[in-house]
C-alpha cells in the first residue's frame, strides 16, 4: 500500500439545517488520496458527492455543519499535517488551502467566473494571492498556462471575459486558471456532464495530459461511471451520503461486490452489450428526509428482502481484497464463510 | 411498406435574433436548415446531435411549437393526413391530441400549483375530449396505472415526488389523449441511471402495448441504442446519416458519426478503441460553414468538402449518408469503430 | 464508526401523518407554513395590524375628533400627560391624569406647564374606558358615541397638543387612517394600470410589447419629484379635502405603475417559456385557459409581495409631499401633515412631542418593509423544496 496519503477523510459527517428539518447529506464517510493519483467519487443525486468535497474546501453554506468526530487530514506542500474540518472558518490558513493547496473546477464555469472581470484579470489575482510574483509575471504565466490547457490565441484570450467563450473554452480556462495556482489536489465536480460528447472527450484527455505534467492529485466526482472508469485509478461509490464501495478501478467495474454497485453497471445502457437488457435498480432514491435505518441502500437491495439486519444495523465496510472495500452485511457473511 | 406516419420533407427554421424594434436588421439562426425524414407506425426514431444541432427544434416543428419557416410536416391520423405547417385551429387539436411531447426537465415541465391528477387531466379537459367529470377521471385513473404511478398520490402536488415519479407522471400526461406519435426530447437525460432504466423501460413497454411511433431525442448516443429502431445523426441544422441502429453503430458511414461514437466513454478502461478525435467545437449557425458543414472539424476533409454542398447517398435502402467520401468509404467500411460491433 | 451524536438521532423519519399533509399541500399552504415561520415578518404583520385596527376605527381610539372644535385654549402646545397612579398626595389603584394648563411665558422663552390644584392637591381626572363622548359616525356611516378612552371632565392628551391646542393623539390616530387609504388607494390604481398594461406586453409579446415598453419608459424616464410637483401644483386651491385625497391617490397610482408593468411584464415573459407552460400549449390549452389556470395561480402570491413592498413606498410619497406643502393640507390629517408641524427649531427645541407621528410613520414603514421581504421569502415556490 502507498505509504503517506496526501489526503485522508475519516468519519466526515455533514448535515444540513433546512425547512423540512435536519438532513443528512454525509454520513461516516472515510477515503483517502494518493499523491499523484485520481480518486473518482460516483454517485446519484443525494448521494453527497458533491457535499463531501466542498466540505473538503470548506465551502459549505452556513446552514450546513460538519460534525464534530469527522478528520480532514492534509499534508501541505511543506509537508505539514493540517486537519481541515478543525480549521477556523474565514482563517488565513484556509484561505491559503483553498486554491494555492487543493483548487476546484465546476460543471459550471460561468459560475466560476465573474462577467465584470476578464478571465486574465481573475486568473492573475489568484496567482499573486498564492505566488509572491509581479503582475507582468503573472499575466506571463497566466497565457502559458491558457496556451497550455489548448485555448487558440491565449494571449487574446487572456483579455476576454468568460461569456465570450464556448462552453468547452470556459471549462478549458477554468482548468488553467485553477493550474495556474499550481496546486497539490485538484477537486473535478462534474467538469464534463455540460458539455458534449466530442468536448467530453477532449477534456478528459487533457486533464489526463496536465495530471502527467504537474502531477496533482485528482477527486473527479461524476454521474456516469463510463466517465469515471476513463480516468479514475480507485473509485468510491456513494448512496444517500454513505459510502458503499471503494476499490481500484478495473475491480469496481468488473467485479463489483455491493449490490448497489452491481445495479448501477447493470442499469447503465452499453454500447458494447446492447442486446442485453437495463436492469434497473427498483424504487426510487429516498427523499434525504426519510433516510432508511439500517443500510440506507435496504429498501431498494434485491438482496435485503428477508434480512432484518439490513433493516436496522449500519454495515461497515469489508475488505474483500486488501484494497477493495465494501458495505454489506452479505458480504461479512461470505468473508466469514471464507475464513472458516 | 407501410406508409409513415409521420413525413418531413426540406424542413427548414430559421430564428431572427437580436433584431426588432428600431434595433437595426436582425441576424437569422438557421437551427434547423433543410431536413428530410419518415416514421413508420410503431417505430422508434432517434435523433441524435450534439447542443446547438437543432435536434430540439425538429420535435418542437412537428408539434407547430416552433415556426416553420418552410418545408412540409405531414402526420398521418387512421386514413387522414394533417399538413401540420398549414395547421389552424381545428386542425391544430387534432395534432395535439394524436401527437404529444415528453419534456426533458421533470421539476420544469409540471404545474407546481396543480395536483397530479389535475395535471394528467389537462389535455382531455383543455381540448375537452371527455364529457363528464367521472369519464375524465376514470381516463386519469387508467393511464396513471399504465405509467405504474400510485392512484393513491393523484391528490398530491408535484413537489411531493422524485424526479422519476415527476416523469411517469409527465408520461402520464402525454398519454392521456390516447395519441399515435410521441416526441421524447431528452425525456431520461435529466434522470439518474438507476431511474432512467426504469424509465425507458416503461417507455418501451408502453411503446409496444399502445404501438406508438416515437421520436427519442437525445445526446446520449448509448440510450439511443438501446431503445431506438433507426436514428438520424444531426448536426448544425442538417441531418448527415441515417440507418437502423444496430447498422449505425456498427457500420457508420458518416465521418462525424464515427467521432461521435469514439467519443462516447465506454465502461471499461481498457476497452481498446481507434478514437477518431474532433478538434474545435460546433461552429455557430448563424454563419454556418459553407461546402459541407462538417467539414471545419472533418478529419478527413478535402478540398471539395468546402466549397460543395455533399450529396444524400443511399447505401443501402434504409442507409442514407450526406459525405463526399461515401464512395471511397462503401469499399473499406469503417474500420476505426469496428470493436463496437464485436464483443 | 457510530453515528450516536445526537445531531444524527434527531434525524428521524417524519410521522406519516404528517408527511401526507405536506404532499398534499397547496403552494399556498406551503406558502403560509413558510411565513409563519419568519418571525420578524410576522411581527411586522402584528404591527400592521393594529395600524389597519386604528385605521378602521380611528373615531373609536381617538378620544376626540381632532378638529378646531375641540381645541383646548387652556393647554396650547401642551406636552404629554402622564398616566399616573400616584402622585404627591397619595396613590389610587385606578388610573388617573393632571390637569394641566400651558401658557406661554415671555421672559422663558417657553411654554410653562401648571398643575391645576383643588383645595391644594392636585387635580385628578380618572380615566374611563369606553366612556360616552362626543358623537361621531364610524367611518362615516355607524352613529356612535363610544371612545375607547377619555376622561369626563377637562380633557386628556396622551401625546400633548399642538400649537393650536389639538389632541396630537386624535390627530395622530385620523392621520394614520389617511395615510395608509392613501396609499392603499394609490397601490391599488397602480397595480391595475401595471397589471393591464404589463399584462398585455408580457402576454402578447412581439411589437405590442415594444411599443408598450417604450411608452413605459418614457414615463419611467420622468423624475417623480418634479412630475408629482407639476401634478400636485395643478390641484385647484379651491378643492375640498376629500377632492385633493381622491385627486392624490389619483397621482400616487398614475407616476408609479411603471416599475410594477415592468416587473408583470418580464414575469410573464419568463413563464411563457417555462416548459409547464409550453407542456400546457402542446395539451391544447387555450391562451385564456394558460393565464387563468396555470400562470395567474403562480403569479398571486407573487402580486401580493409586490404590493407589500410598494405600499410603504406610496406613504413614502404622501408624506414627503405633505411635508412641503404640495399635498395634503390642514385640516386634513396625515402623517405629512403632521409631520409639516415639526419642521420648525421651535418644534425641536420646545415641543419634542410633535415628533410623535414621525415615529408611527417609521414604525409603519418598517413593518411593511419586514412583511413585504417574508412574504418575498415565502414565496419564492423553490425555496426549501429539494430540486
Redesign the interface.
Given at each position: 500500500m502507498a505509504s503517506n496519503p496526501l489526503l485522508t477523510v475519516s468519519?466526515l459527517?455533514v448535515?444540513f439545517h433546512?425547512?423540512?428539518?435536519?438532513?443528512?447529506a454525509v454520513?461516516?464517510l472515510s477515503f483517502t488520496l494518493e499523491p499523484g493519483k485520481t480518486l473518482g467519487i460516483v454517485g446519484e443525486s443525494?448521494s453527497g458527492k458533491s457535499v463531501s468535497t466542498k466540505a473538503l474546501m470548506r465551502l459549505l453554506p452556513d446552514y450546513a455543519?460538519i460534525?464534530?468526530?469527522s478528520r480532514i487530514l492534509y499534508q501541505t506542500k511543506q509537508g505539514a499535517y493540517v486537519d481541515i474540518a478543525q480549521l477556523e472558518a474565514r482563517s488565513k490558513a484556509l484561505n491559503q488551502l483553498r486554491g494555492g493547496e487543493i483548487a476546484m473546477i465546476f460543471q459550471e464555469p460561468s459560475a466560476a467566473f465573474s462577467s465584470l472581470y476578464t478571465i486574465g484579470n481573475q486568473m492573475m489575482e489568484g496567482i499573486r494571492i498564492h505566488r509572491n510574483v509581479s503582475r507582468d509575471q503573472a499575466r506571463k504565466l497566466s497565457i502559458e498556462m491558457l496556451d497550455r490547457v489548448g485555448m487558440t490565441n491565449p494571449e487574446l484570450r487572456i483579455d476576454q471575459y468568460a461569456f465570450q467563450l464556448s462552453g468547452g473554452m470556459r471549462q478549458r480556462a477554468m482548468i488553467a486558471s485553477a493550474l495556474a495556482m499550481r496546486p497539490a489536489v485538484l477537486i473535478a465536480d462534474e467538469p464534463t456532464t455540460a458539455l458534449d460528447v466530442t468536448i467530453q472527450a477532449q477534456i478528459l484527455d487533457l486533464l489526463k495530459e496536465l495530471q502527467q505534467e504537474f502531477g496533482m492529485a485528482i477527486i473527479f466526482i461524476s454521474h456516469d461511471l463510463a466517465v469515471i472508469s476513463q480516468i479514475a485509478n480507485d473509485v468510491l461509490v456513494m448512496y444517500l451520503g454513505k459510502d458503499m464501495e471503494t476499490g481500484p478501478v478495473r475491480d469496481i467495474i468488473r467485479t463489483p461486490q455491493h449490490p448497489y454497485t452491481q445495479g448501477l453497471i447493470n442499469a447503465i445502457p452499453r454500447l458494447d452489450a446492447l442486446d442485453r437488457p437495463l436492469v434497473p435498480i427498483p424504487g426510487d432514491i429516498p427523499?434525504?428526509?426519510?433516510?432508511p435505518a439500517g443500510c440506507v441502500f435496504h429498501t431498494r437491495c434485491p438482496h435485503a428482502i428477508d434480512t432484518p439486519r439490513c433493516r436496522t444495523v449500519?454495515p461497515?465496510p469489508t475488505h474483500t481484497q486488501s484494497d477493495h472495500l465494501a458495505a454489506c452485511h452479505l458480504l461479512d457473511e461470505k468473508v466469514l464463510e471464507g475464513t472458516r | 411498406m407501410t406508409d409513415p406516419i409521420v413525413s418531413v420533407r426540406n424542413l427548414k427554421v430559421h430564428y431572427p435574433i437580436g433584431g426588432?424594434?428600431l434595433k437595426g436588421k436582425p441576424q437569422v439562426v438557421r437551427a434547423v436548415d433543410g431536413v428530410s425524414f419518415d416514421i413508420l407506425p410503431g417505430q422508434i426514431f432517434g435523433l441524435v446531435g450534439e447542443s446547438g444541432s437543432g435536434k430540439t427544434t425538429v420535435g418542437r416543428a412537428i408539434?407547430k411549437?416552433a415556426p416553420i419557416t418552410s418545408g412540409d410536416v405531414t402526420l398521418r391520423v387512421g386514413a387522414a393526413t394533417l399538413p401540420v405547417d398549414q395547421l389552424k385551429g381545428k386542425g391544430?387539436?387534432a395534432l395535439?391530441?394524436h401527437a404529444?411531447?415528453i419534456?426533458?426537465?421533470p421539476?420544469?415541465?409540471?404545474?407546481?400549483?396543480?395536483?397530479v391528477r389535475d395535471i394528467i387531466a389537462?389535455?382531455l379537459e383543455?381540448?375537452q375530449l371527455t364529457r363528464t367529470r367521472q369519464e375524465t377521471d376514470r381516463r386519469v385513473r387508467d393511464v396513471a396505472e399504465k405509467c405504474r404511478l400510485n392512484l393513491e398520490?393523484l391528490?398530491?402536488?408535484p413537489?411531493?415526488f422524485s424526479g422519476g415519479q415527476r416523469q411517469r407522471i409527465?408520461i402520464a400526461?402525454a398519454l392521456v389523449?390516447d395519441p399515435s406519435f410521441l416526441i421524447a426530447d431528452e425525456a431520461v437525460a435529466a434522470l439518474d441511471v438507476s431511474i432512467q432504466a426504469n424509465i425507458l423501460n416503461l417507455l418501451k413497454t408502453l411503446q409496444q402495448d399502445m404501438n406508438l411511433a416515437f421520436m427519442f431525442i437525445s445526446h446520449d448516443l448509448s440510450v439511443v441504442a438501446y431503445f431506438c429502431d433507426v436514428v438520424a445523426v444531426m448536426y448544425l441544422g442538417e441531418i448527415v446519416e441515417i440507418a437502423p441502429t444496430e447498422r449505425l453503430f456498427s457500420q457508420p458511414t458518416h465521418p462525424y458519426t464515427q467521432a461521435l461514437l469514439s467519443a462516447i466513454p465506454p465502461l471499461d478502461p481498457d476497452a481498446t478503441r481507434n478514437r477518431v478525435r474532433l478538434t474545435g467545437e460546433i461552429p455557430s449557425p448563424v454563419t454556418p460553414p459553407s461546402g459541407c458543414r462538417f467539414h471545419t472539424r472533418c478529419p478527413v476533409a478535402q478540398t471539395a468538402c468546402h466549397s460543395i454542398k455533399p450529396e444524400w447517398t443511399q447505401i443501402t435502402s434504409n442507409h442514407g449518408v450526406a459525405c463526399h467520401l461515401v464512395a471511397d468509404q462503401v469499399g473499406d467500411r469503417s474500420e476505426p469503430v469496428r470493436e463496437y460491433a464485436d464483443r | 464508526?457510530t453515528?450516536t451524536?445526537p445531531?444524527?438521532v434527531?434525524?428521524t423519519?417524519?410521522p406519516q401523518l404528517r408527511?401526507e399533509e405536506?404532499?398534499?399541500?397547496?403552494?399556498w399552504q406551503?406558502f403560509w407554513s413558510?411565513f409563519k415561520?419568519n418571525r420578524l415578518a410576522a411581527l411586522g404583520g402584528a404591527v400592521l395590524s393594529l395600524f389597519i385596527f386604528i385605521a378602521l376605527f380611528a373615531e373609536v381610539v381617538a378620544p376626540y375628533t381632532g378638529q378646531a372644535d375641540t381645541r383646548n385654549t387652556d393647554y396650547t402646545a401642551g406636552p404629554p400627560q402622564l398616566v399616573r397612579f400616584c402622585d404627591r398626595s397619595g396613590c389610587q389603584l385606578w388610573p388617573f391624569v393632571h390637569e394641566l394648563t400651558s401658557s406661554y411665558s415671555v421672559i422663558d422663552k417657553g411654554y410653562q406647564v401648571t398643575v391645576v390644584e383643588e383645595n391644594g392637591q392636585p387635580l385628578r381626572r380618572p380615566l374611563k374606558f369606553f366612556i360616552r363622548d362626543g358623537e361621531y359616525r364610524l367611518l362615516g356611516i355607524i352613529p356612535s358615541n363610544i371612545h375607547l378612552f377619555g376622561v369626563e371632565q377637562g380633557k386628556v392628551h396622551l401625546f400633548g397638543t399642538d400649537s393650536s391646542g389639538l389632541d396630537l393623539f386624535s390627530r395622530v390616530m385620523f392621520a394614520t387612517r389617511t395615510s395608509l387609504t392613501i396609499g392603499f388607494l394609490g397601490v391599488m390604481i397602480s397595480f391595475i394600470l401595471s397589471l393591464l398594461i404589463g399584462g398585455v406586453a408580457g402576454y402578447l409579446g412581439g411589437?405590442v410589447d415594444?411599443?408598450i415598453q417604450?411608452f413605459t419608459d418614457l414615463v419611467r424616464v420622468i423624475p417623480p419629484i418634479p412630475l408629482y410637483m407639476a401634478l400636485t401644483a395643478m390641484f385647484p386651491r379651491d378643492w375640498s379635502n376629500m377632492q385633493v385625497y381622491f385627486a392624490m391617490t389619483l397621482v400616487l397610482g398614475l407616476v408609479n405603475w411603471p416599475t410594477l408593468a415592468r416587473r408583470i411584464r418580464s414575469y410573464l415573459l419568463a413563464s411563457r417559456e417555462?416548459?409547464?407552460v409550453?407542456?400546457?400549449?402542446?395539451?391544447?390549452?387555450?391562451g385564456w385557459?394558460i393565464v387563468t389556470?396555470?400562470l395567474l395561480?403562480?403569479f398571486a402570491s407573487y402580486i401580493i409581495v409586490e404590493l407589500v413592498i410598494n405600499f410603504p413606498y406610496r406613504i413614502l410619497d404622501e408624506t414627503a409631499l405633505s411635508i412641503v406643502g404640495l399635498g395634503l393640507r390642514r385640516p386634513t390629517m396625515s402623517w405629512g401633515v403632521l409631520m409639516q408641524e415639526m419642521t420648525t427649531v421651535q418644534a425641536i427645541q420646545l415641543t419634542p412631542w410633535f415628533f410623535i407621528p414621525l415615529l408611527f410613520f417609521v414604525v409603519a414603514v418598517l413593518s411593511f418593509t419586514l412583511l413585504g421581504d417574508g412574504l418575498r421569502d415565502a414565496a419564492d415556490?423553490y425555496?426549501?423544496?429539494?430540486?
Open positions: 468519519n459527517s448535515c433546512t425547512d423540512e428539518g435536519l438532513v443528512t454520513d461516516d443525494g455543519a460534525a464534530p468526530a427523499s434525504p428526509l426519510e433516510r449500519v461497515s | 426588432g424594434f408539434l411549437a391544430l387539436k395535439r391530441r404529444q411531447m419534456f426533458q426537465d421539476y420544469a415541465s409540471l404545474s407546481p400549483r396543480m395536483t389537462e389535455p383543455a381540448m398520490h391528490r398530491r402536488f413537489h411531493a409527465a400526461r389523449s | 464508526m453515528n451524536e445531531w444524527i434527531a434525524n423519519v417524519l408527511k405536506y404532499y398534499t399541500a397547496s403552494q406551503l413558510r415561520r411589437w415594444a411599443a417604450s417555462e416548459e409547464y409550453q407542456a400546457a400549449r402542446l395539451s391544447g390549452a387555450s385557459r389556470r396555470h395561480p403562480g415556490p425555496a426549501g423544496i429539494r430540486r
